[in-house]
């Protein structure tokens, strides 16, 4: 019994250290730029994000969204040519003395990041999917 925890604990930790890339963006490209903005604005939309209106025509950014009351999550798109760039953010959620959940602060945001079976990283593919393209991977510049 002692062995088979051993190689389940051992096979564990080599599929970790497997993963080859920590991916913190989704590169969406487009063939048609025509409303690419307004797209991805309702893509976000569609995802039940709220949308920061901060009237920058190359960036959409979104107020913190409130999952199963446990975590917040924040994301940006920015739009360059015939390519929209996703990324986002994580947070526990805080509460207060109260008793009633509160947005954490920005320092206690983390990057969200490409793992298997998390379920903030499949969000943000849910939007670039709605956006429509060719979806690639890549890392923080």
Same mark, same amino acid.
């Given at each position: ?19 080859? %890339? #920590? ?8 063939? !048609? ?24 025509? !190359? ?7 409130? *999952? ?6 924040? +994301? ?14 994580? +947070? ?12 954490? %602060? ?5 990057? *969200? ?10 969000? #943000? *593919? %849910?939007?670039? %999917?709605?956006?429509?393209?060719? #979806? ?6």
């Amino acid at each position: 019994m002692k062995r088979i925890i051993l190689a389940i604990l051992f096979m564990q930790s080599i599929v970790c250290f497997a993963q080859k %890339s #920590l991916d913190t963006r989704i590169i969406v490209t487009v063939v !048609d730029t025509v409303g690419l903005y307004e797209k991805a604005r309702l893509a976000f939309v569609n995802d039940d994000f709220i949308i920061k209106d901060d009237r920058k025509i !190359d960036t959409v950014s979104t107020y913190p969204l409130n *999952i199963k009351s446990t975590t917040f999550v924040t +994301a940006f798109a920015a739009i360059k040519g015939n390519q929209v760039t996703l990324w986002g953010y994580l +947070a526990d959620s805080q509460v207060n003395t109260l008793g009633y959940t509160i947005n954490p %602060s920005k320092k206690d945001y983390e990057k *969200i990041f490409y793992y298997k079976t998390d379920k903030y990283w499949k969000k #943000l *593919i %849910s939007v670039a %999917s709605k956006i429509g393209g060719t #979806l690639t991977y890549g890392k923080e510049k």
